[in-house]
């Protein structure tokens, strides 16, 4: 089974959580770039850890990632994405990945019947995580994030299917 790239998900389910509204500056950056580097992790550990337990297990994930190699640039969760926005940020510390808060002033108002001053109150902060750029701008990153990792369990899934 594909025991140890399984931990590494449950980190990355992990890590997905940390990732909430209010994360802002040095905090945010590090926990983007502790998802998006534990979701690369999943296919090393795959192919370094798992595959190493048994010749059926090489075999079975050495196909599996022939296939996948095979259909690049497809999926592109996983080429242009979890591979791409990884290299960028162990290769150049860059990311795709922006933040931002919208803040509301409260405004004075005025009761138009008593002609008595009001203070309105603003809406609450709201929160952007939307990647900024690359084939996923636009996007909420944690929706991303949560993709990634229901694509790596369903490709796990096939694995240990093909092991039985």
Excluded at 7 to 32: K, N, Y
Excluded at 102 to 109: K, N, T
Excluded at 124 to 137: D, E, I, L, Q, T
Aim: with cysteine.
């Amino acid at each position: 089974m594909t025991n140890s790239a399984r931990e590494v998900l449950a980190d990355c389910r992990g890590a997905l959580l940390e990732l909430s509204d209010g994360v802002q500056g040095p905090e945010w950056r590090r926990r983007w770039i502790t998802a998006v580097v534990l979701l690369r992790a999943v296919g090393h550990v795959l192919e370094n850890v798992d595959a190493a337990r048994t010749p059926k297990h090489k075999t079975a994930i050495r196909n599996w990632w022939s296939t996948v190699a095979a259909t690049k640039p497809n999926p592109k969760i996983f080429w242009l994405f979890i591979r791409d926005e990884r290299n960028l940020i162990l290769k150049e510390y860059r990311t795709n990945a922006g933040q931002g808060v919208s803040i509301y002033a409260s405004l004075p108002g005025v009761n138009l019947r008593t002609g008595e001053q009001q203070q309105v109150p603003p809406p609450s902060a709201v929160y952007h995580y939307k990647m900024n750029s690359g084939p996923f701008a636009g996007r909420d990153q944690r929706e991303l994030i949560e993709e990634a990792i229901q694509w790596w369990e369903a490709e796990l899934d096939a694995i240990d299917a093909s092991l039985r």
